[in-house]
């Protein structure tokens, strides 16, 4: 048995000297691997933007003068999506902030959320021509679509509810921009006011809400006032010329409506153009003032929005 492993081993042996011996076959290398195609990561997500709420000051350069408004923004404004903007006029040698403390808007503003502009008349006044007493021969037009135009720039505007309201000469000048930049503004709301702009030439419809005191001249006056640094007669015309003027020009048809609150009527006429209505409320035995939010909530600014928000332009 010894000598059979002995024998087969030598056998080997020889075989391997001789190169009969198979040789080990050499490893083939494996394929490098592929690197996986880099992932982009997904952006972070980017919060809304938001206007900073709160008041400024703003000045413009139209033509030679500079002009200045105050401007009321509210809190939680998304600046993606376009908000509506009440222009607040105050009366005769009054001034923006004034009419900032008279009507108490900024509340209504925040509540609701719109834009608030209180414009600063040059000598504290306004421009109603179309009646020569009360041309000031400053370019008040140019004015508001500048200030439109510089708001545009902060906030994005609902072209379809731009508003106008006022007191006083603030109310006459709502009357105007009613009559002449009738494509701007869906509607306004003259509180105290009359309508001087003679001839009124609306391009559009235009819903109104008109407050009156029955003790302010409502069937007209004639007044001598300060007009360009001398005294004039300054003929107030009846408030309900104005209505009448405005339910013609607003193609309302059919009979009023007639309604009673307290010590105020309000007359509307509701099936009109476009969808505007035109409506006059009377406060008996009321003076030339801003109705009170407490004893009028539905004349007064509160009353004024609700409209406005109810009449945008089609």
């Not at 222009?87 to 923006?96: I, K, L, Q």
């Not at 640094?229 to 309302?252: H, N, R, S």
Request: aromatic share 12%.
């Amino acid at each position: 048995m010894k000598c059979f492993w002995f024998i087969t081993l030598s056998f080997l042996f020889a075989l391997t000297a001789c190169g009969q011996a198979t040789t080990t076959p050499t490893a083939t290398a494996l394929p490098t691997a592929t690197p996986l195609p880099t992932i982009t990561p997904l952006p972070t997500a980017t919060p809304l933007p938001t206007i900073q709420p709160g008041e400024s000051t703003r000045t413009l350069q139209v033509g030679d003068l500079e002009r200045t408004y105050i401007l009321h923004i509210p809190p939680g404004l998304d600046s993606q999506y376009p908000v509506p903007l009440v222009f607040v006029f105050h009366g005769f040698s009054e001034n923006a902030i004034s009419i900032q403390m008279l009507s108490g808007f900024n509340d209504i503003s925040d509540t609701n959320t719109f834009i608030l502009v209180y414009p600063n008349g040059v000598n504290r006044d306004w421009n109603l021509g179309g009646y020569p007493p009360l041309e000031t021969g400053i370019d008040d037009f140019a004015f508001v679509r500048k200030m439109i135009e510089d708001l545009g720039t902060i906030v994005r505007i609902d072209p379809k509810r731009i508003y106008s309201t006022g007191f006083s000469a603030g109310a006459n000048f709502s009357y105007r921009l009613a009559c002449e930049m009738s494509d701007t503004f869906a509607a306004i709301a003259p509180m105290e006011g009359w309508l001087f702009t003679n001839p009124c030439q609306p391009q559009e419809p235009v819903a109104v809400f008109h407050v009156h005191g029955s003790e302010d001249a409502y069937e007209g006056q004639t007044v001598p006032m300060m007009a360009n640094g001398v005294y004039v007669d300054v003929v107030f015309p009846p408030v309900e010329q104005a209505i009448a003027t405005w339910v013609k020009l607003d193609g309302c048809n059919g009979a009023a409506r007639i309604e009673k609150q307290g010590v105020v009527t309000q007359t509307v006429y509701p099936d009109c153009l476009a969808g505007t209505v035109v409506e006059l409320s009377v406060i008996d035995g009321g003076r030339h003032a801003w109705p009170s939010p407490y004893a009028f909530p539905f004349i007064s600014s509160q009353g004024i929005w609700d409209f406005f928000k109810a009449h945008p332009k089609p």
